[in-house]
């Protein structure tokens, strides 16, 4: 079993499942919309890109979209990565 760890931390071409989600970090019309994009437990995820200076936005792939997060929501979803992959 892997740690969990939040998306934020996650480096590009990383895979991960969704573990859970804090949605009491979040104000309901977020938490609403991020499961109206696809993030749910057991939903698999994958950082596309990391913008430079910070990293914030963060590029991920849900399903078959690609959804800009900002770090600081990000950082409310806990994810176990997939296999050992740490970037292209």
């Given at each position: ?8 931390r996650?480096?590009?071409g ?29 939903v ?5 890109h990391r ?5 914030d ?30 970037g292209?």
């Amino acid at each position: 079993m892997t740690a969990a760890i939040e998306i934020d931390r996650m480096l590009p071409g990383q895979t991960a499942l969704i573990v859970a989600i804090d949605r009491l970090g979040l104000d309901p019309q977020t938490a609403r919309r991020l499961h109206e994009l696809g993030f749910d437990d057991g939903v698999d995820v994958e950082v596309i890109h990391r913008a430079p200076f910070g990293g914030d936005p963060l590029a991920v792939r849900v399903g078959n979209m690609v959804v800009a997060l900002r770090r600081s929501m990000a950082a409310l979803i806990e994810v176990e990565l997939n296999g050992e992959g740490t970037g292209p």
